[in-house]
């Protein structure tokens, strides 16, 4: 014998119990999917939101002079900062236009080389 046999017989009720059977609740079938939206938002959702944050007050804490890298690797010092995009001076005579989100790290502000006598 199979157990596909006996699944007709353990499905049916005693016979003193003769009741509808109960399908299970809509809100129990949601339950599942709730609780994967709610672990999904805060390991993915909530810390990108917290590194978006933190980008954009660097960005805006620009001024000319800050050194910087680029998201793509560029070395180079900020020679001026305008709404949406930052010219950088990457060489002696070679400046560039990038976007503010295109800023990867502040260094630290060029500075001036004291003379010791």
Same mark, same amino acid.
């Given at each position: 014998?199979?157990?596909?046999?006996?699944?007709?017989?353990?499905?049916?009720?005693?016979?003193?119990?003769?009741?509808?059977?109960?399908?299970?609740?809509?809100?129990?079938?949601?339950?599942?999917?709730?609780?994967?939206?709610?672990?999904?938002?805060? *390991?993915? !959702?909530?810390?990108?939101? %917290?590194?978006?944050?933190?980008?954009?007050?660097?960005?805006?804490? =620009?001024?000319?002079? #800050?050194?910087?890298i680029?998201?793509?690797?560029?070395?180079?010092?900020?020679?001026?900062?305008?709404?949406?995009?930052?010219? *950088?001076? !990457?060489?002696?005579?070679v %400046?560039?236009?990038?976007?503010?989100?295109?800023?990867?790290?502040? =260094?630290?502000?060029? #500075?001036?080389?004291?003379?010791?006598?």
């Amino acid at each position: 014998m199979t157990f596909n046999a006996f699944l007709p017989l353990a499905s049916q009720a005693a016979p003193g119990a003769a009741g509808p059977v109960q399908q299970p609740n809509f809100l129990t079938a949601l339950v599942p999917f709730a609780l994967v939206f709610v672990i999904f938002y805060l *390991l993915i !959702i909530m810390p990108q939101r %917290k590194k978006q944050k933190k980008h954009v007050q660097m960005v805006d804490s =620009l001024k000319p002079g #800050s050194r910087i890298i680029t998201t793509g690797g560029i070395y180079g010092t900020i020679m001026g900062v305008q709404k949406d995009k930052v010219e *950088l001076k !990457i060489s002696a005579n070679v %400046k560039i236009d990038i976007t503010k989100s295109a800023i990867g790290v502040i =260094l630290a502000a060029e #500075s001036t080389p004291e003379k010791t006598e």
